[in-house]
């Protein structure tokens, strides 16, 4: 079975950490692709900048998505990922420490599949996370990638 890759868009350290951890620690070992700006991001899932190399047929199984960041925000990239064919149908969980209702309003209207507020807590972080990927990993069935 091939390895279903995780888009993780995170700019804190801490956070990346401990959801790379994790994930690990619960035997999830896909490949997690991390990248740190929404300029990334998009750079990555539309293979650009140093991404160009990457096949664009080869998407994420799912993108974890911080609304926080910088140079584009999570909203923004959120926007780009459903406004384009190759990428309208990927999955997006919304994984934030924002809890403005505006947020979470505008995740669902741009098309999140899930919007997952960051537990401050230590252990209901790592559990939020390990529910998150066997949810979306084991038990969900994502739409086939749409070409280019």
Do not use: H
Not at 52 to 61: A, E, G, K, L, T
Not at 74 to 101: A, Y
Request: aromatic share 6%; net charge negative; with cysteine.
């Amino acid at each position: 079975m091939e390895n279903k890759v995780i888009l993780l868009v995170e700019d804190n350290p801490d956070d990346e950490e401990l959801t790379i951890r994790t994930l690990k620690k619960n035997n999830i070992l896909n490949d997690v692709v991390v990248v740190r700006d929404g300029s990334e991001a998009l750079d990555y899932l539309f293979c650009r900048a140093k991404y160009s190399d990457r096949d664009i047929q080869v998407m994420p199984v799912i993108v974890m998505l911080d609304l926080k960041l910088p140079k584009i925000s999570g909203l923004e990239v959120l926007k780009n990922i459903r406004s384009n064919k190759i990428t309208r149908l990927l999955p997006v969980v919304i994984l934030t420490s924002s809890d403005e209702e505006k947020d979470l309003i505008e995740s669902y209207q741009l098309g999140a599949n899930s919007y997952v507020r960051k537990p401050v807590d230590f252990s209901q972080f790592q559990d939020a996370v390990k529910q998150l990927a066997m949810y979306w990993l084991l038990l969900n069935q994502s739409p086939p990638v749409s070409g280019p």
